[in-house]
Nanobody
Framework: VQLQASGGGLVQPGGSLRLSCFGS????????IGWFRQAPGKGREVVSC????????HYADSVKGRFTISRDTAKNTVHLQMNSLEPEDTAVYYC??????????????WGQGTLVTVSS
């Protein structure tokens, strides 16, 4: 059972990226799923999470209004749409099962992350 993050890359400030989190052996519609990130030299922090119903979400203050979490149950995937990216968003992004919003505490194993670099 693993959640695999993908979709990272290099983007200029002000640009957009969409990350994907695919559930391998886990149905994302039955669990709260969250996105986390770890910037160079910093600890891992929660970015956003969504509950199992898909109706309730939580965002870190630093990304509110810029990032949107969503899911596609047909593809067993949770997305993180990131707009108006800033250099401070540079980090390795991970997804994992979590406690429901607003807590978003990690409640499952870490999968492989995906690197997002925001730079001109």
């Amino acid at each position: 059972v693993q959640l695999q993050a993908s979709g990272g890359g290099l983007v200029q400030p002000g640009g957009s990226l969409r990350l994907s989190c695919f559930g391998s052996g886990l149905s994302v519609e039955y669990w709260s799923i969250g996105w986390f990130r770890q910037a160079p030299g910093k600890g891992r922090e929660v970015v956003s999470c969504m509950d199992a119903s898909g109706r309730f979400t939580h965002y870190a203050d630093s990304v509110k209004g810029r990032f949107t979490i969503s899911r596609d149950t047909a593809k067993n995937t949770v997305h993180l749409q990131m707009n108006s990216l800033e250099p401070e968003d540079t980090a390795v992004y991970y997804c994992a099962r979590t406690k429901p919003p607003p807590y978003c505490t990690r409640d499952g194993d870490w999968g492989q992350g995906t690197l997002v670099t925001v730079s001109s």
